[in-house]
């Protein structure tokens, strides 16, 4: 069965320190994964997304890595910022098109 | 830029009912996909489209069915409410021809809150 892990659930880290959230897959036959943010009750904004053929992705203070050997990927987010409090979740697309998610990572940057 | 668009944002049904949710995709994109989120929960997928036929199917309940129409729009259709069918039901687009699965990157409209009391 091809499933997602977030681990941890939940994150609490000081403003300015850099953010490291986990996100492993079962099943190394990935073609893409994507990083989503959510606020509460709203919508999911697509962050980044990394090509199975890429080892990592780039956007602003966000970088995202990806390993399909280990089945790891991981979102760097650099000098968090309270608005950088949200849940985060990761999405892999494996052989069909549908995604299948992880459970997110709630963060929590404090000022 | 253009996104993908939802109505109703917040739909408030009784058990029993019937409720259609609408999709409309952002401009050029040939899938749309559904996705259900309950409470606390991720994101589960229910079903998709491509050029307005039925390409994959998830753990969509019969009570349910949905379709896509010739201007790419998309309908949920949510027959017989239950309590646990409340939830927040995403609809998202894609372009595949933009470079097959690999590239294939989906985005998501705001969501619809369903709330079945």
């Known amino acids: 069965k091809q499933e997602v892990t977030q681990i941890p659930a939940a994150l609490s880290v000081p403003e300015g320190e850099n953010l490291v959230l986990n996100c492993s897959f079962t099943?190394?036959?990935?073609?893409?994964l994507q990083w989503f943010r959510q606020d509460p009750g709203k919508g999911l904004t697509s962050l980044l997304l990394i090509q199975s053929s890429q080892r990592e992705q780039t956007s602003g203070r966000l970088n995202a890595s990806l390993d399909k050997s280990s089945g790891r990927s991981t979102l760097y987010i650099a000098a968090s910022q309270p608005g950088d409090s949200a849940t985060y979740l990761c999405a892999a697309l494996f052989s069909d098109y549908k995604l299948s998610f992880g459970a997110g990572t709630t963060v929590t940057v404090r000022a | 830029a253009a996104g993908v668009i939802q109505s109703p944002r917040h739909l408030i049904k009784e058990k029993r009912e019937t409720a259609t949710l609408k999709c409309y995709p952002i401009p050029r994109h040939d899938t749309v996909y559904w996705y259900q989120q309950g409470p606390g929960q991720d994101p589960q997928f229910l079903i998709s489209f491509y050029e307005k036929m039925q390409s994959d199917k998830g753990s969509i309940p019969d009570r349910f069915s949905a379709q896509q129409f010739s201007d790419y729009h998309s309908e949920l259709n949510m027959s017989s409410l239950e309590l646990g069918d409340s939830a927040l039901y995403f609809c998202?687009?894609?372009?595949?021809?933009?470079?097959?699965?690999?590239?294939?990157?989906?985005?998501f409209g705001p969501g619809t809150r369903l709330t079945v009391l």
């Open positions: 998202a687009s894609s372009s595949r021809l933009a470079g097959g699965l690999e590239r294939n990157e989906q985005f």
């Open positions: 099943d190394s036959a990935i073609y893409n």
